[in-house]
């Protein structure tokens, strides 16, 4: 799907108006992975950015509780105006506003922050609302959140627990975020999240600093893998 986006052109645009939050939405919904990086490195962040985009995955959230993180996220996305870069783990809707001027496309939270999803409405920015349990996700889907990401999910027993939440609440986009695995995002898909959010697992630290390319493209193209497969067998089973 990712892939697919990328050779035809998704027509976004970071720093043009076509970047609304509208196509960063659709995007996040289309690719089904959502890397996780947190680094503090911009050289670090640039090579992880340009690895996945190679390898079809031109999305990376920048994890918001580093020193120095709205600059991290400025250079990623001059760099590569035609990846979407968002803030992660935002808690404060200060930190919010400037990762929004340093360039963030979408901004997630691990719980519900309405002056968070009220500040991102205001500026077109795509906003992933952190929720756990059935009444706080259906409050994030009510608060505005484009997708709303359930985290911890493992801590909740993974793929059943989200298959019970998409049972409940099939009109909610979710977004698997929490010890996402090579071993369980084909499981989480084919439960009915829409995505999987996947930090160490896809581009660890130790790859980072090495500059192992090849190990960060493969596991992206397998990732990706993982989600058209889940998909393929959610479809099947809705039948």
């Known amino acids: 799907m990712a892939q697919a986006l990328l050779q035809q052109g998704s027509g976004i645009e970071l720093n043009g108006s076509k970047a609304d939050r509208s196509h960063v939405r659709t995007f996040l919904r289309e690719a089904g992975v959502l890397p996780a990086l947190r680094t503090a490195s911009v050289e670090d962040a640039l090579f992880a950015t340009e690895c996945l985009g190679d390898a079809g995955l031109p999305i990376v959230e920048i994890a918001s509780g580093i020193p120095g993180a709205d600059r991290v996220i400025s250079e990623v996305t001059k760099r590569f105006v ?3 870069v968002g803030a992660g783990n935002v808690s404060s809707s200060a930190d919010a506003r400037a990762c929004i001027e340093a360039g963030a496309r979408f901004v997630s939270t691990a719980a519900l922050i309405p002056e968070i999803n009220e500040l991102c409405a205001k500026h077109n920015v795509a906003v992933v609302s952190g929720a756990f349990t ?3 996700i ?6 505005g959140a484009d997708m709303v990401k359930v985290f911890p999910c493992d801590a909740a027993g993974g793929a059943p627990y989200i298959r019970s ?3 409940a609440l099939p009109e909610v986009p979710i977004l698997a975020a929490g010890g996402v695995t090579q071993q369980t995002a084909f499981g989480l898909i084919a439960a009915g999240a829409t995505a999987v959010a996947v930090g160490q697992a896809l581009a660890s630290q ?11 493209q493969e596991l992206a193209r397998r990732f990706l893998a993982h989600v058209d497969n889940g998909r393929i067998e959610a479809a099947g089973r809705d039948r």
Do not use: D, G, H, V
């Not at 259906?138 to 608060?143: D, G, K, L, Q």
């Not at 980072?208 to 190990?215: A, F, K, L």
């Open 82 to 84: 035609q990846a979407i």
């Open 134 to 136: 059935p009444t706080e």
């Open 138 to 143: 259906f409050a994030a889907w009510n608060a």
């Open 165 to 167: 939440l998409t049972s």
């Open 206 to 216: 130790e790859a980072i600093r090495t500059r192992n390319r090849n190990q960060i």
